[in-house]
């Protein structure tokens, strides 16, 4: 392990960590947990086996030792919104709906959808990455995806005032 290979998988690091805590500053020392730990576990992990999975089962680890009792799930901050929006930097009204349902989603279901999702991770990766297996890992995804549908569809993204756009007619 070299630091290259460390520092291609922190902006991966970074943004699972943001979408875990919510909260910038709190994902900022998450991930920096992390590499601690990874610096005083080196020998744990072995040369050819995928790094970027043990990284993220070292954080996920973390994060739930961090959490551990506690329920209590904070909304993603600004920043954080503005960044999973896009380039323009403006959190739109779906993406606000989008990060109230993710918050709505069980904590096991959020961390799957997120790491397939967010991250691209393979099956095999996520399972990994929570210890977990790859059957448990679909299931949880499927029952994620199906949550987050019925969400977003009941989630209010337009004022009344406001007529959603119905289909085009051909005005004769």
Known sequence: ???AQIVEQLPGLRRYARALTGDAWAADDLVQDTLERAC???????SGSNLRAWLFTLMHNLY?????GLQVVQPLDDETLATLAGAD?????TTLDLDRCLQRLPPEQRAVLLLVTLEDMAYADVARV?????????????RAR??????MEAAPTRDAKTP???PLRRMK
């Open 1 to 3: 392990m070299n630091r």
């Open 130 to 142: 929570l210890d977990i297996p790859v059957g448990t890992v679909m299931s949880r995804l499927s």
């Open 89 to 93: 930097g403006v959190a739109s009204d």
């Open 40 to 46: 005083h576990k080196w020998l744990l992990w072995r």
């Open 146 to 151: 199906g949550r987050m549908r019925e969400l």
């Open 164 to 166: 959603a756009p119905g």
């Open 64 to 68: 739930l030792n961090q959490r551990r």
